[in-house]
């Protein structure tokens, strides 16, 4: 057969090929067939260089690795904490001698000098706070529970009145009652628990079997009425070690002197400001407060405090972390680039042959870069998910939800691949720029 | 350079008397004309050159030799026919464009799509099999992958390859192999095909098949420009150009 259309053009079935109109239009979409070599390309490359792909894939899953696990963990952690201090709610703010967090020693001296809280000021706010819908108090106290040979200590002994202040706490009934108007009244050694309790001073009963039991606590002793839901762990600490007993009894055993909280509630959140203004008028008129003072001489916080403080602590803290884990991603990039390099030299007569047959600077530069972005997002899809397994592992280790979120995998995938590209660039701008005549030459 | 511009014209008298071979409406074809080219190196102080004032011209269908001894100019002006490099001074045009001031790029082009180039250490791409190979030149063409593999499929048929497609260049023998490059210079249907020492890397009996082949495919009408040192390989050719230091030193037309 003949090769040459131009002499035979219908018995070769090529036609002409100056003729091909197809040929020369189609001259600038040459980029798919092209960038599908360059895929297949890249790929052989891969495949062909085991160990030196594996190198350049574990400096980007090392970089990608730590990245998303830092991400996923501190997301883990912010999302605990936001759904630890909201569970309150935002219609809930509190009345306190000193506020809850304290940064300064001298601040805490001046605190100390405050006036105490108590049930007073709380029967003031409901009497007079129009915006205010339920008013309760709680007083807060560190002790050991007991029955029989078991012990459980660091438990919360938490005295609150009235009932609604469970619902202010957000906390609720598992099995068992809360206590009666008249037990409260009348200050019954009657209490509440968190399901630790009964774990631990009842290892062996079933929890509905807890109801009627009696524990000691502070050198009293209390009937377990009822039993709550669990709340479940905050970094590791549990939130269902308490004992809720009534106010009146807590005054009757304990004593009156500790200053104590009011916390308020208001129907909706719109009115919490108001609310606000309302109660805090009304403490400042007690405690003797005219304009010219600046200090309240009481805290009125909302739960923001917590979140606030928290968010200020810990973003700097995040940024220099995922800062210094994006470091390792750089690392990753030279060594993505050291090798794209290497393996530039090495197919230096590749190169040659594909110029001498038509390869454009562009060509060759695409295909390079193909490679190196493809090496880096393998890297990064195998980063993220051991980045992914990294975080896991940690939260199963100190206890707090995981959230595997889609935009960590795009960005560890993403990041990777710009990571390819970026150091693949030089790379394969060296391999564009060769002279087609010395590549050809070169062995 | 008038005794080479006699000696083409002579020869394009016995070209055109061929039968089978193309022109365009009866018109005499230039293919290739070389304007006073000269080509210079700057190597620091001095300045070496390796043409100066070659001036020729092929017409479409000729069989030429282009020899000489190394360091005669004869790599430089094949880089040049070939628009791997491009001319200090004087024009060159192939197929009716102007070579010698094109980029990178558009050179790039012109090499995808008019020149074929067969070497003597044949420079197959060694991970890739023989059809692939062959399809090189079309992807980086642009054409679309149905076709390419139907252009790369007669190619190899047309050098006797058809049961050797799907093999890689080390599976093969040598001859086998410049086969595959012959089929890959050919598969875009360039202008020229330019051999350079095609036969300088086989034995005896396998340069031979390749000169019956360059033969045949002379005679379906290709362009052919061969580049070597043996005489009895630029005999085969029908005009033979003599390179000494950086000038035409003969022209002749041999057969």
Redesign the interface.
């Known amino acids: ?7 035979k053009p219908e018995a ?1 079935g ?1 036609g002409r ?1 100056l003729s091909l109109p197809g ?1 020369i239009g ?5 980029r798919i ?2 960038l599908w ?1 360059s895929f297949l390309v890249a790929a ?2 891969l495949r ?1 260089n085991k160990l030196r792909t594996g190198l350049t894939l574990v400096g980007i899953i090392v970089g990608v690795t730590a990245v998303i696990a830092v991400v996923t963990i501190i997301k883990g952690l912010d999302q605990t904490v936001a759904s630890t201090f909201s569970s309150q709610g935002s219609t809930v703010f509190t009345i306190s001698k000193r506020p809850q967090v304290i940064t300064s020693r001298e601040d805490f001296i001046k605190f100390n000098k405050r006036k105490d809280v108590v049930r007073e000021d709380a029967e003031a706010i409901f009497r007079s706070c129009t915006a205010c819908w339920r008013t309760g108090i709680a007083a807060n106290s560190f002790e050991i529970a007991k029955h029989g040979d078991q012990k459980f200590e660091g438990v919360r002994l938490r005295a609150i009145t009235p009932a609604a202040m469970f619902d202010i706490d957000g906390v609720t009934i598992d099995v068992g009652r809360l206590w009666t108007e008249s037990e409260s009244a009348a200050a019954r050694e009657v209490c509440v628990v968190g399901p630790d309790i009964v774990t631990n001073l009842f290892p062996d009963l079933p929890i509905d079997r807890a109801i009627g039991q009696d524990i000691w606590t502070g050198g009293h002793r209390y009937t377990i009425i009822g039993v709550l839901q669990p709340l479940g762990k905050i970094f590791g600490a549990s939130r269902d070690n308490q004992i809720y007993i009534p106010y009146a009894n807590f005054e009757k055993n304990f004593g009156a002197h500790n200053s104590l909280v009011v916390f308020v509630q208001t129907e909706t959140a719109q009115q919490l400001e108001h609310a606000e203004d309302q109660a805090r008028a009304i403490m400042r008129n007690r405690r003797g407060k005219t304009f010219h003072d600046e200090d309240d001489g009481f805290a009125l916080e909302t739960q923001d405090v917590f979140l606030n403080l928290y968010n200020s602590a810990t973003s700097n803290i995040y940024i220099v972390t995922i800062g210094v884990s994006a470091i390792s991603l750089v690392v990753g990039g030279i060594v993505v680039m050291n090798i794209m390099l290497v393996s530039v030299t090495e197919r230096t ?2 190169i ?12 060759i530069l695409t295909q390079f870069l193909i490679e190196a972005v493809t090496v880096t997002a393998i890297g990064g899809v195998l980063g993220v998910l051991s980045g992914f397994g990294v975080a896991w592992l940690i939260a199963l280790l100190i206890g707090f939800p995981l959230l595997f979120s889609v935009w960590s995998a795009v960005l560890g995938v993403s990041m990777s691949s710009i990571v390819g590209l970026v150091s693949g660039l030089w790379p394969a701008w060296r391999a564009a720029k060769l002279d ?2 010395e590549a ?1 030459r070169s062995e | 350079m008038t005794e080479a511009t006699i000696a083409t014209s002579e020869t394009s008298a016995a070209v055109i008397a061929k039968p089978g071979l193309p022109s365009q409406n009866g018109k005499v074809d230039v293919l290739i004309s070389m304007r006073n080219l000269w080509k210079t190196y700057d190597m620091g102080a001095e300045k070496v050159h390796a043409l100066h004032g070659v001036s020729f011209e092929v017409k479409r269908g000729e069989y030429l030799a282009i020899t000489g001894p190394s360091g005669s100019g004869k790599s430089t002006l094949m880089n040049l026919i070939g628009c791997l490099d491009t001319p200090s001074q004087g024009e060159y045009w192939l197929n009716g464009k102007n070579v010698s001031e094109m980029d990178d790029d558009e050179l790039a082009r012109i090499r995808n799509q008019e020149v074929g180039f067969v070497f003597q250490t044949f420079n197959l791409l060694a991970r890739a099999t023989a059809l692939h190979n062959v399809e090189l030149p079309l992807i980086y063409g642009g054409i679309p992958g149905a076709k390419r593999h139907e252009m790369a499929k007669q190619a190899l048929s047309a050098v006797d390859l058809t049961d050797r497609m799907t093999h890689r260049p080390n599976e093969l023998s040598g001859g086998q192999r410049q086969r595959v490059a012959i089929a890959r210079a050919l598969v875009n249907h360039p202008s020229i095909l330019l051999a350079d020492e095609p036969t300088g890397a086989l034995d005896t009996a396998t340069s031979y098949d390749i000169m019956n082949l360059f033969e045949k495919l002379y005679e379906d009408g290709n362009t052919i420009i061969l580049v070597t040192h043996e005489h009895d390989i630029a005999a085969r050719a029908r005009r033979i150009i003599s390179i000494r230091d950086g000038l035409i030193e003969k022209d002749e037309t041999v057969r």
Do not use: H, N, Y
Request: proline share 5%; aromatic share 6%.
């Open positions: 057969m003949s090769l040459r259309s131009d002499a070769t090529f090929r040929r189609s001259f600038p979409s040459l067939a092209a070599e052989a490359s062909q007569k590749e040659g042959i594909r110029k001498a047959v038509g390869a454009r600077r562009k060509d087609p005549i050809l």
